[in-house]
C-alpha cells in the first residue's frame, strides 16, 4: 500500500459514515502524542449497530488487507453488553499506526452477535472469551467451547456480569463468616 493509498483519520470516519449511513452512532478521534519526538498517535471510536458489525470489519479490511486485531473488551451495563474491538490500521508502519475501536451494544434480551473469525481467525480466542465471561453469543463462532472457565462451573452464570447471572451467588465472604 502506498503512501496516497492510505486515508488520515478524518478520512478513515467519513468513509465508514458513508459506507454505513444510518447506522454509526457516534464517531470520535483522539490525538495523543508519544515519545520524545511527540509523535502524533490517533485512536478512532466508532459506535456502531450490531447489525453491521461484521460489515464495518470488512470495510476496515478492504482500507487495508494487512487489519490487524488487537483485543476486544466487554462491559455489563445495566440492560446491554457493551463490546469494544479494538484493530490497528496500517500495523507495523512506522508513525502511520492507525488505532480504530469498533463498540457494539447488545440488548441482554438479544446479546449475539456474529463471528469475525472467517474474516479475522486470530479473533476466536477473544470472541470465546466474551462468550463465557459476559454470556454472549457468537453466531456462527467455529470453537464454541469453553476456554477460561472450567467445565464443571454452572452453567448461566458469568463472571463479568453485574446482574442476577453474575457469580454473586458463588461468592463468600469469609470475613463474615464464622469459624
Do not use: C
Not at 493509498?5 to 444510518?22: A, G, H
Not at 502524542?33 to 485512536?43: R, V
Not at 492507525?98 to 434480551?109: C, F, R, Y
Amino acid at each position: 500500500m502506498t503512501q496516497k493509498q492510505r486515508l488520515n483519520p478524518e478520512e478513515l470516519i467519513q468513509s465508514i459514515k458513508d459506507m454505513f449511513t444510518t447506522n454509526i452512532q457516534d464517531a470520535r478521534i483522539e490525538k495523543r502524542t508519544m515519545g520524545k519526538k511527540k509523535t502524533e498517535f490517533y485512536h478512532l471510536w466508532i459506535r456502531l449497530d450490531k447489525t453491521i458489525f461484521k460489515e464495518a470489519v470488512r470495510h476496515l479490511q478492504s482500507l487495508d488487507p494487512a487489519l490487524h486485531f488487537a483485543v476486544s473488551s466487554g462491559y455489563d451495563l445495566d440492560d446491554t453488553i457493551e463490546l469494544v474491538y479494538s484493530f490497528s490500521l496500517y500495523h507495523g508502519v512506522r508513525h502511520q499506526e492507525i488505532s480504530v475501536n469498533l463498540t457494539v451494544a447488545l440488548p441482554k434480551s438479544d446479546p449475539t452477535i456474529e463471528t469475525i473469525t472467517d474474516l479475522i481467525p486470530g479473533s476466536l480466542i477473544s470472541e470465546q472469551e466474551k462468550q463465557e465471561m459476559l454470556g454472549i453469543m457468537v453466531k456462527n463462532i467455529p470453537k464454541n467451547t469453553r476456554v477460561f472457565i472450567a467445565d464443571d462451573f454452572p452453567k448461566g452464570v458469568y463472571p463479568w456480569r453485574r446482574d442476577e447471572t453474575g457469580p454473586k451467588k458463588l461468592i463468600r465472604n469469609l470475613h463474615k463468616e464464622k469459624i
